[in-house]
Nanobody, 120 residues
């Protein structure tokens, strides 16, 4: 069993920045061996992948919609994955979640997510 706790969301103006954090924990979950991904779900839309990172951060992947604006990173000593979001747009408004895996969720359970609202 694993638990994901997302934080760092909030209300920001277009063009602004936020950094999201996701802390992962679980008795049998080895964070340092797991790829991790960030997803988002906007109202009325399906959850979509926005970024992924391999276990030691050697490889990353970004959705076209966020490429060049956002950066995924991780700290294996803290069992935490981050999403640095810059140049935010209103269409980035969504609840953001993390999960293990590189683009495919590793666990069926999700955390509570963190709300990001981009509005003037």
């Amino acid at each position: 069993q694993v638990q994901f706790v997302e934080s760092g969301g909030g209300l920001v103006q277009p063009g602004g920045s936020l950094r999201l954090s996701c802390a992962a924990s679980g008795i049998t979950f080895r964070f340092s061996s797991a790829a991790m991904s960030w997803y988002r779900q906007a109202p009325g839309k399906e959850r979509e992948l926005v970024a992924a990172i391999t276990n030691v951060g050697a490889t990353t992947h970004y959705a076209d919609s966020v490429k060049g604006r956002w950066t995924i990173s991780r700290d294996n000593a803290r069992n935490t994955v981050y999403l640095q979001m810059s140049s935010l747009k209103p269409e980035d408004t969504a609840v953001y979640y993390c999960n293990s895996g590189f683009g495919t969720p590793g666990f069926p359970s999700w955390g509570q997510g963190t709300q990001v609202t981009v509005s003037s």
